[in-house]
């Protein structure tokens, strides 16, 4: 049974860190792209860190560039999402998925083609 189960989340005050993580099982993480996904009350979900699995590339929401960081340790089959200098507007239920690499014509945009949803974990950033 495919499983990603994210963890971490918390509250935490304006400028803090969370790390959070997220734990594949069911499946071969070496094969597959992850990526975090966020959804803040009221709003549609937002692709904001995805890594590759050839060799670790990521791409990262303009929003997040330079605070956030997107890591994975396929021995422990997890995929880790460090954030620095937190800020309110980055309350919202993360989520982590996973997306099948391109091949041929198929070019999606980073955050297309996720699936495989986990439960997702709340993060809320006090002012």
């Known amino acids: 049974q495919v499983q990603l189960v994210e963890s971490g989340g918390g509250l935490v005050h304006n400028g803090g860190s969370l790390r959070l993580s997220c734990v594949a099982s069911g499946f071969n993480l070496d094969l597959w792209l992850i990526g975090w996904f966020r959804q803040a009350s009221g709003k549609a979900r937002e692709g904001i860190a995805s890594?590759?699995?050839?060799?670790?590339?990521?791409d990262y929401t303009d929003s997040v560039k330079g605070r956030f960081t997107i890591s994975r340790d396929n021995a422990k089959k997890t995929i880790y999402l460090q954030m620095n200098n937190l800020k309110p507007e980055d309350t919202a239920v993360y989520y982590c998925?996973?997306?099948?690499?391109?091949?041929?014509?198929?070019?999606?945009?980073?955050?297309?083609?996720?699936?495989?949803w986990g439960p997702g974990t709340q993060v809320t950033v006090s002012s």
């Open positions: 890594i590759n699995n050839r060799d670790g590339g990521t």
């Open positions: 998925a996973r997306r099948w690499p391109a091949t041929g014509s198929y070019n999606p945009s980073p955050f297309e083609g996720f699936g495989s």
